[in-house]
């Protein structure tokens, strides 16, 4: 059986939280697409509002082939068990894949606030990236996780196809292959463009970009490995 | 100078340890035991064996500012001004110069702004910097930092270490899995199942040799030279 294409679009959208007011227009399309801008430019209350957590003051959200839709927020959102069983049977998915690929092999009676930040946020991982979701926002899925860990989330999302992917991070080291690049600037949010093509002009551009585009070292990507090999390049 | 002798506590099993004044910063693996070191500093955890000894005082003696991850989960007020003031108001000091001294940190801080908002209408930023202020209010002899820089951005935590070199506090200890951040500190150390695998000063260029240069604090300090105009990470 063929597997649709998921995409969701956002028509002048807006949302006012006190003196804050969000805008938003564009197509997310079947892929992962960094959302990145600085703190409190309403980067997780666009997630809440692509995933329906939150409806719109005005505008409209409309989402194509997108069924199953999950975010990533702070994991003790998530949690609604005790063990690090019931946990992971809780997302009614496969229960030993996910204790297995979140490392926590030996610890499934352990108490789910025993396991460390990264344990817990290694497990929630595990749930959504296997589950069959077609919209995944992950809210800073890089806080509080190792250097492993970081790959390992990566090699995941990696895999997964015909999804759209929205990562909303501040870190950009950690990166897998990103097809899309979105900023939220004070509320607005904007499309900069089809990674790599787009980072040239970046105007808010982290430091690492910036030394990078200023030595003359165009990275392929912003996943790790292309940023370590476009680094190479001015040392070599 | 804090002094770590034959300490167990949880996972943590530490023979020595001599951390000099000045900014320390703790890497390693989820579940290594970075969150249990900090609690040990900052007095929050005694251990089970050994002492913990800083400026020849016990923790407990000591006055600790601690900001997490979440520092709203810390948070006792609903008011800015009244978080701010807490520490003071704890020791009793006279209601004006508790008011004098709040409208200083809130000024330093460049947070004058807020004194008078609810803590719930804050955004992530805007609760990081106030923590930060209850926690340098009482002029701490010891800072820690718990991943508190997992959800911010580049320009905002360069904003937050001006402030903490600012605030010549003797001690300044920070846990973090991102590399780039590591830049800002004196000394590293790198703990593994509780054990210190590696304990480096940042003097001296090619202390340590690192595999790939994106988690060479040195080349992050190259980074911001290159990047950052005036930035204090210049080599000294």
Not at chain 2, 104 to 125: F, Q, T, V, Y
């Amino acid at each position: 059986m063929r597997t649709l294409k998921a995409g969701i679009t956002l028509l002048q959208v807006s949302l006012k939280k006190g003196s804050f007011r969000l805008s938003a227009d564009g197509e997310f399309f079947s892929g992962v697409h960094l959302l990145t801008g600085r703190v409190g430019s309403g980067k997780t209350s666009l997630g809440e509002l692509l995933t329906g957590i939150i409806t719109p003051d005005s505008g409209s959200i409309i989402q194509e082939n997108c069924r199953r839709v999950m975010l990533l927020q702070d994991t003790s959102y998530h949690v609604s068990t005790i063990t690090v069983r019931e946990e992971a049977a809780s997302w009614h998915g496969d229960e030993k894949r996910i204790i297995a690929l979140s490392g926590l092999f030996g610890k499934e009676e352990t108490d789910i606030f025993a396991l460390s930040r990264g344990e817990l946020k290694r497990l929630e991982l595990a749930a959504i990236l296997t589950g069959r979701y077609d919209l995944i926002v992950l809210d800073e899925p890089y806080a509080g996780l190792d250097k492993d860990a970081r790959k390992w989330v990566n090699r995941i999302i990696a895999g997964c196809n015909n999804k759209v992917i929205i990562l909303i991070s501040h870190d950009i080291t950690s990166l897998p292959p990103v097809d899309f690049l979105w900023e939220m600037d004070n509320g607005t949010l904007t499309c900069i463009g089809k990674v790599p093509e787009c980072l040239i002009g970046w105007s808010r551009a982290p430091p690492l970009i910036r030394f990078l585009l200023n030595n003359g070292s165009y990275p392929k990507g912003l996943a790790r490995l292309d940023l370590e090999e476009a680094v190479c390049r001015i040392h070599a | 100078m804090i002094r770590i002798e034959s300490v167990k506590a949880g996972i943590l099993s530490i023979p020595s340890c001599l951390i000099s004044q000045g900014i320390c910063a703790i890497t390693g693996s989820n579940g290594s035991g970075k969150t249990t070191f900090l609690k040990l500093l900052s007095g929050i955890l005694t251990p089970a064996e050994g002492t913990v000894c800083i400026n020849g005082k016990e923790p407990s003696d000591l006055k600790v500012g601690w900001v997490g991850e979440y520092p709203d989960r810390n948070m006792l007020f609903t008011r800015v001004f009244d978080e701010l003031a807490s520490p003071l108001r704890f020791v009793k000091l006279p209601c004006k110069e508790i008011e004098k001294e709040v409208i200083r940190c809130a000024k330093d801080l460049e947070i004058s702004h807020l004194l008078c908002r609810d803590i719930h209408g804050l955004s992530g930023g805007e609760l990081v910097l106030v923590a930060f202020g209850a926690a340098l209010i009482a002029k701490p002899d010891l800072l820690i930092l718990d991943e508190t820089d997992s959800h911010l951005d580049d320009e905002f935590c360069t904003h937050l270490d001006l402030i903490i070199k600012k605030t010549g506090i003797g001690h300044v200890v920070f846990s973090t899995h991102r590399p780039e951040r590591i830049a800002i500190a004196d000394e590293i150390i790198t703990l593994k199942e509780g054990r210190i695998l590696r304990h480096s000063s940042l003097s001296e260029k090619g202390s340590y040799a690192y595999r790939e240069y994106l988690d060479d604090p040195w080349f992050w300090r190259r980074i911001y030279a290159e990047t950052t105009s005036g930035d204090f990470r210049e080599n000294p």
